[in-house]
Nanobody, 123 residues
């Protein structure tokens, strides 16, 4: 089993920045790709960003491209999400997820999930 714990959420004004962290513990050697998802009230969970095991490849949703940056530190078993130029529509619960596959193509291919951290952007 792998445990994921997110931190760093909070309240920020539009145009501001926040950084999220996700610390993994347990059988971390079984993790390859890691990702961030978010779910706004009344909406389905959506993909935000993904990073490969090496950190050399990243993918972003169009809605956050150029504003968010995902990174990871395998020595610390931690993945990060730096969010700049935040907008009110970025308000959501943000979830960290880990996959035992190299290139998960959907949320169904993520095996472990964190409990989520709230990000609220005031306009």
């Amino acid at each position: 089993q792998v445990q994921l714990v997110e931190s760093g959420g909070g309240l920020v004004q539009a145009g501001g920045s926040l950084s999220l962290s996700c610390a993994a513990s347990g059988r971390t050697f079984s993790i390859y790709a890691m990702g961030w998802f978010r779910q706004a009230p009344g909406k389905e969970r959506e993909f935000v960003a993904r990073i490969s095991w090496s950190g050399g490849s990243t993918w972003y949703a169009d809605s956050v491209k150029g504003r968010f940056t995902i990174s990871r530190d395998n020595a610390k078993n931690t993945v990060y999400l730096r969010m700049n130029s935040l907008k009110a529509e970025d308000t959501a619960v943000y979830y960290c997820a880990a996959s035992a596959t190299y290139y998960p193509s959907s949320s169904r291919e993520y095996d472990y999930w964190g409990q989520g951290t709230q990000v609220t952007v005031s306009s």
